[in-house]
């Protein structure tokens, strides 16, 4: 007994001493949890791992049949998303929280939302513009846009997240929630849970700092 009590102790100590250097020798950065607090510390801590990533020209078609290419985000701040009409589960929510976006930069014509569908095959032109209207999407500012399976599987994993066809499952798809920030030169600034209500307060805060850089 005395020589497990010992054995345990030993161990205890080893995961103190561990615990211990994590939170006061590894490099800035690595502290995630401890980094991304404020506002300037999540862009920075995104950035800096993401610094060479910008995201690469594209074309779609939005709800109103126009062609939505990165022209159209140039010198903006964007959100992008991944989502399907016929989703019961995270679209509605994360609609919620866009709509909630959408109000919050209503006035500033350098704020927009790309809204990317994955059923490309179902979702078209004029079953985005149905569901874009129940969600009141302000023309020009937020699309919603559809193309080839291809671009959009593509265009996801440029921005990191998933977005794919379930094969486990007929006329279903795999998606998160992600919300993805992106500055005025295409870089992923910060990827939120656009599930989440204090999530979209953070990216709120965050796209201001952006809008006044």
């Not at 205890?12 to 510390?41: C, D, R």
């Not at 985000?73 to 919620?96: E, L």
């Amino acid at each position: 007994m005395i020589r497990f009590l010992r054995i345990a102790i030993i161990f205890t100590g080893i995961g103190i001493l561990m615990m211990a250097y994590y939170v006061f020798f590894t490099e800035p950065g690595e502290k995630i949890s401890e980094n991304y607090n404020t506002s300037q510390n999540r862009l920075e801590l995104v950035e800096n791992r993401l610094k060479s990533s910008k995201i690469p020209d594209f074309s779609f078609t939005n709800q109103y049949g126009e062609e939505v290419t990165q022209v159209d985000v140039t010198d903006k701040i964007y959100i992008a998303d991944f989502f399907f009409t016929s989703c019961p589960s995270i679209c509605p929510v994360m609609g919620g929280n866009k709509q909630r976006l959408q109000e919050y930069f209503r006035d500033n014509d350098n704020f927009m939302i790309l809204s990317h569908s994955i059923d490309t095959l179902n979702d078209s032109v004029s079953v985005l513009r149905e569901y874009s209207e129940n969600l009141d999407a302000i023309r020009g500012k937020w699309h919603l846009v559809t193309g080839s399976y291809g671009a959009i599987d593509k265009i996801a994993k440029e921005y990191y997240v998933t977005a794919k066809k379930d094969e486990l499952a007929l006329n279903s798809f795999v998606h998160d929630g992600s919300f993805i920030l992106v500055d005025r030169k295409r870089r992923i600034r910060g990827i939120y849970d656009g599930t989440n209500v204090q999530s979209t307060s953070d990216l709120i805060a965050d796209i201001d700092i952006l809008l006044n850089e």
